[in-house]
């Protein structure tokens, strides 16, 4: 199995994807440990919907009217107008990168409010995208899509519950490299230094 820190440095957001089914029972054991997380009074309130088929289908094209509505002035603004990254974003929105499946991850409100509930599911994710790694399987926990969220519901049939991601999920075509981390984000408070 592999090792924590080595998953934790080399899981990356895929998003180009080949096109080999990904056993149901693989995507039931990485959910099974996304939902070890911690999360607040012990709720456990994820929830996992796995999309494949015609409803995948259906979810790309919601996922390509969420890029075309919200996302692209957003990466746009982030990128400054580089062509390059913009038209990847929208081919990557528009097929999902070809994954064969996706995975909407929903959160159920509890008494704790929305920040709580948010970091609860949160948690689970990153246990997902982690779990998916160590597997030898590539994901990208997407939060474009949201904006459609009544439009993916609705597809999806859920109710009563808040979208908060969609990760597609499968075998990677190649793993991106690692970017730099930035510095400057730890800072350290010694009593008597």
């Not at 911690?38 to 995948?56: A, D, H, I, R, T």
């Not at 890029?67 to 929105?93: C, M, Q, W, Y």
């Not at 097929?95 to 159920?108: D, E």
């Not at 908060?164 to 008597?192: C, D, H, N």
Request: a positive charge.
């Amino acid at each position: 199995m592999m090792d924590l820190y080595e998953a934790i440095k080399g899981r990356r957001s895929v998003r180009q994807f080949k096109e080999d089914v990904v056993p149901e029972e693989l995507i039931e054991r990485i959910l099974q440990i996304a939902m070890w997380a911690p999360s607040g009074m012990n709720q456990q309130n994820w929830y996992f919907v796995v999309v494949k088929g015609e409803q995948l289908r259906r979810l790309r094209q919601l996922s390509k009217q969420a890029f075309d509505k919200h996302i692209k002035g957003v990466v746009s603004l982030v990128f400054h107008g580089n062509p390059a990254i913009l038209e990847d974003t929208r081919r990557f929105f528009s097929t999902l990168g070809n994954a064969p499946v996706a995975i909407s991850v929903y959160r159920a409100e509890t008494p704790e409010g929305d920040l709580t509930d948010i970091q609860s599911v949160a948690a689970a994710i990153q246990n997902l995208l982690l779990a998916a790694y160590a597997e030898g399987l590539g994901a990208c926990w997407m939060t474009g899509p949201l904006p459609l969220e009544e439009e993916i519901n609705e597809l999806l049939g859920v109710q009563g519950k808040r979208l908060q991601a969609l990760i597609p999920l499968g075998y990677s075509v190649s793993f991106p490299p690692a970017p730099q981390r930035r510095g400057g984000k730890i800072k350290w408070l010694r009593k008597g230094e």
